[in-house]
């Protein structure tokens, strides 16, 4: 089993930054994609990125040019730095991870951390 915590949330103004964590920690799994999901208000749950361990990054059409994501692997930690924010960008992130354990595989979720972006 893998537990997820991500951090790096809160509020920020419209063409600003931010940049989330998370951290994955789980025995005898091997970690392989890693990415975000958010939710706004209201809203069903959408694709942002994923990261392949070899550091292969994918996005959504909405924040492709404006995201970035990274991994370390030696850390299990993905991260998301977000530029030029906007408020359609305001929702809960929720960090994801695939992986590996005794030949099956399995999705790990975090708690989800808010992002506000608002003036």
């Known amino acids: 089993q893998v537990q997820l915590v991500e951090s790096g949330g809160g509020l920020v103004q419209p063409g600003g930054s931010l940049r989330l964590s998370c951290t994955a920690s789980?025995?005898?799994?091997?970690?392989?994609?890693m990415g975000w999901h958010r939710q706004g208000s209201g809203e069903q749950r959408q694709y942002v990125a994923q990261?392949?361990?070899?550091?292969?990054?994918n996005y959504a059409d909405s924040v492709r040019g404006r995201f970035t994501i990274s991994r370390d692997n030696a850390k299990n930690t993905v991260y998301l730095q977000m530029n030029s924010l906007k408020p359609e960008d305001t929702a809960v992130y929720y960090c994801?991870?695939?992986?590996?354990?005794?030949?099956?595989?399995?999705?790990?979720w975090g708690q989800g951390t808010q992002v506000t972006v608002s003036s």
């Open positions: 990261i392949s361990p070899r550091y292969y990054p």
């Open positions: 789980g025995n005898d799994v091997i970690i392989t994609n």
């Open positions: 994801f991870a695939n992986y590996n354990q005794r030949n099956w595989t399995y999705s790990a």
